[in-house]
C-alpha cells in the first residue's frame, strides 16, 4: 500500500510537487495502479497459444521505389529555415531560469 511517506519519497524523487490538497488523488491512484499490476501479475499465458497468430500474417508492403534526387537548392529554397547544411527548427522547449 502506499501512504503518504511513500507518497512523498517517489515524488521527491521524481521532482514532483504534490500539493496537500491532491495527496490523496496520489495515493489513491497509485493504489489503483498497483492493484491492477498485482491482478496482471495473476494471469498465466503459458498454455496460451492464441498470442503466436501476429508472426503468421504476411503484410503486403509496396516496394521501394528510388526517386529523382532533387538538387539541394531546391530543398533549400523550400525550407523556413536553412543553415550550415542543416534544417533549423525552432526551440519548443524552454529553460526554467532560477
Do not use: T, W
Not at 7 to 17: E, G, N, P, T, V
Not at 37 to 63: A, G, P, T, Y
Amino acid at each position: 500500500m502506499i501512504d503518504k511517506e511513500i507518497l512523498y519519497k517517489i515524488a521527491q524523487s521524481s521532482k514532483l510537487k504534490i500539493n496537500v490538497d491532491e495527496e490523496e488523488m496520489y495515493i489513491e491512484d497509485l493504489n489503483k495502479i498497483i492493484f491492477f499490476i498485482h491482478k496482471l501479475n495473476e494471469v498465466d499465458f503459458e498454455d496460451d497459444s492464441d498470442f503466436h497468430f501476429v508472426n503468421q500474417f504476411n503484410l503486403n508492403l509496396r516496394d521501394d521505389i528510388r526517386g529523382k534526387f532533387q538538387s539541394i537548392d531546391l530543398i533549400k529554397n523550400n525550407a523556413p529555415d536553412f543553415r550550415n547544411n542543416y534544417f533549423v527548427l525552432p526551440n519548443h522547449l524552454k529553460k526554467e531560469r532560477k
